[in-house]
């Protein structure tokens, strides 16, 4: 079963194992890791990633990758926290696989997360004119 | 070789019903490269959630696409329902079912109109929009909006579907058979359209996978996902139907997968219809505790993803919503390079992105008065189409 799969592949580096129902289970793991547990994910065990959600916890940031295995339906939502609020950094996964391109987009101009490695880290929805360091859905965003 | 020119289609653009902007880098009569450039029609939806009611958010994401409109609020409720640990009652997945199902005959006949357009066809267009619009009516009969639904509901949906109008439905699948059957069979003989869409566009599985795409589109490059049957949601692993999938990954296979689509989803409808119970339409939600949960619904163009977060107050603190084309549309950057311009009207449209047209509107001054009916704005149009007639007789 892919669910032991992951869980013995990934013993060191797996923290918080929530299975919430057999079909979505949670999960943290370190930033560090995060690429090489993506290239498992996608090349060796086949999962789509379904897209990237990211949230303002107002101490750290957190991304959650949505993993789907088509196979058997389940989706695995892979965890990763950032806890320097001033310079929120993790790798882009744009060298492995191209759907990740325009979600890191739209990730950096929402909440103002840096990709490493993007190609073109520009703005994706957002109009070239928007001021800088205004990142409308961090909690602390005001209009003015 | 000849000078690299660039052709920008967009933001506005005859061919567009939506504002987004393809710049064509062409040598000669063939383009070599594309960019990509959206944005103009952000409404920052996700942040206005976190502003609205549990209740509310449904009414707000419906108005995300005016055409696969159930499939954003059914995903929502399905993610709060996920949250809850909750199920519906039965008779509440089977109407789910019925009301997802009509709006993919709908969604799909309108993309084969289109496409029909966009190839110079024309009379595809009118055949197809001519059988979309009973289904149209059937949505007015049911939920009394012709888009826009407001079927679905934490917990259950909104209304009931009455049983006076059981046989309206099954009427209008029975005489949309022979429609279809003469689509599958136009398409399948035609020249005209084998020659415009085979081998043109061609994304192949690998780029497929790699992009991540959804839908009709992963399943015309050979890529056998759907979220109905992968993560079976309502009732879709009590019925009969099949997913459609080719492997040529051209236009052709892209148009094949739709067309045989609508027949399963009318065979869905019909065994909905032979299957549904009587009962209750919802089951009761009074709080929603903190948590998270996901729901995925199978919209027309794909899989439709959501995550809401809780903290126990009556308003989600993070909803994010995923729409199918943001992974498909990226596709193009593979799919258009490489022919010519004039298969790059119909590439770009093959993945479907997501066009709004509402067919009908009212005008309103600032004081809220109604200048306009619909009747009048439609007896304009029709005093217009006759002046253009006369002014051509006249020639």
Redesign the interface.
Known sequence: MIKEEIKRRLEKNIKDWVV??P??I?FTIESKDLKETVKLFYQKMKL????V???DNLTNFEL?Y?F?C??????F?LRVFLSDRDKPEIDSLCDI???S???ER?IHE?LGIKFKGHPNLT?????DTWPKNKY??RKDYSNE | MSERRVIPIGPYHPLQEEPEFFKLIVEGERVVDLEIE??YN?R?I??LAEAKHWDQVPFAVERICGICSTSHPFAYCLAVE?LL?ITVPERAHYIRMIIDELQRLHSHLLWLGLAGHFIGYNTIWMWAWKAREPVLDLFELITGNRQHYAMMKIGGVRRDIKDENYPAIKKMVKELYPTLKMFAKAVNDDPIIQKRTKDVGILSKEQA????VLGPIARASGWD?DVRR???YALYDTVKWSVIVQKEGDIYAKILVRVLEMFESCSIIEQCLNKIPKGDIETEVRDIPAG???G?VEAPRG?C?H?I?SDGTNRPI?H?I?APS??NV?SNLVTVPGYTISDAAITLAAVDPCYCCTERSAAFLKTGKKILTGEELVKLSQEKTEQLKKEYDKK
Do not use: A, Q
Not at chain 2, 209 to 212: E, K, N, Q, R
């Open positions: 919430k129902n079909k979505r949670y789509r990633l379904s897209t959600t990211g949230i959650i949505h789907s088509d196979k058997t339906g389940e989706l939502n696989f191209e759907s391109n325009w979600v739209e929402m703005h994706l929805l957002l109009d409308p859905l | 959206i944005g952000h920052g996700e942040k996920d640990g996978i790699s992009f991540g996902i992968d993560d079976s998270e949960g996901i995925r899989e993803f995550y977060r993070r994010k995923r943001l992974m990226p």
